[in-house]
């Protein structure tokens, strides 16, 4: 079955403790993207990797670091989360095909930092 | 900043009634994506659009793209309560940035049985 997944789904941290979220699609895709989504801002991008070892910035960079390392997976880390980094994130993957982006979506980290 | 700003907000209608939401920017984009979010979901993709003045449609869900590939509406007919759910649109390609993704805010739509 194609799919993104994502661990963990939930996750309750205190200010400062690094964590990563993983990020794993077994559809062959070469875009791989994280979101935040958070109650009146909508869905924003933080990061994106057009193809392995290519990582570039979304809107909400800050605070946040990626790695491509294989093109099945795309960790999102947080080196020292903080209370502003609250919020549901979504992975997401597509093909790159001349800037038109059918992405799927995996089932959400919903993040608590206190 | 590109924006993709979505109209309405937010819409609550009776189960067999018509509807249309918009989404419209004042850039122009490559491609057009509209996705459906239900609670605790990622959005799942509804259509992709990509020539000017393209129709789609989907059941009962009809999608145009703008002649000028700024804006997109997405048309419902006689909703249905398993229509209830945030309608989201994201655009690529804009302001030469072709790999950079925004979406709109979304409009929360809530059918009524």
């Known amino acids: 079955e194609a799919q993104v997944t994502q661990n963990p789904r939930y996750l309750i941290t205190v200010t400062g403790k690094k964590l990563t979220v993983t990020c794993s699609q077994n559809?062959?895709?070469?875009?791989m993207s994280w979101y935040r989504q958070d109650p009146g801002l909508g869905l924003r991008q933080i990061y994106y990797?057009?193809?392995?070892?290519?990582?570039d910035k979304g809107d909400v960079p800050e605070g946040y670091k990626v790695s491509r390392k294989e093109k099945r997976n795309f960790p999102l880390i947080l080196e020292s989360p903080s209370p502003n980094q609250t919020s549901l994130y979504f992975c997401?993957?597509?093909?790159?095909?001349?800037?038109?982006?059918?992405?799927?979506f995996g089932p959400g980290t919903r993040l608590t930092v206190t | 900043t590109q924006l993709l700003e979505q109209s309405p907000q937010f819409l609550s209608i009776q189960e067999g009634e018509n509807l249309t939401v918009y989404c419209n920017s004042s850039?122009?984009?490559?491609?057009l994506q509209w996705y459906r979010q239900e609670p605790g979901e990622g959005p799942v993709l509804l259509v992709t659009?990509?020539?000017?003045?393209e129709v789609k449609k989907l059941k009962r869900l009809t999608f145009q793209f703008g002649d000028a590939r700024k804006d997109s509406s997405l048309h419902i007919t006689a909703a249905q309560p398993g229509d209830t759910g945030l309608y989201l649109c994201?655009?690529?390609?804009?302001?030469?940035?072709?790999?950079?993704?925004?979406f709109g805010k979304g409009t929360r739509l809530h059918i009524l049985p």
């Open positions: 997401a993957s597509s093909f790159f095909s001349g800037a038109v982006y059918e992405q799927y």
């Open positions: 559809m062959n895709h070469e875009y």
């Open positions: 990797s057009m193809n392995v070892e290519v990582t």
């Open positions: 850039s122009v984009f490559s491609s």
């Open positions: 659009v990509v020539t000017g003045g």
């Open positions: 994201a655009g690529a390609g804009g302001r030469n940035r072709d790999d950079k993704i925004i």
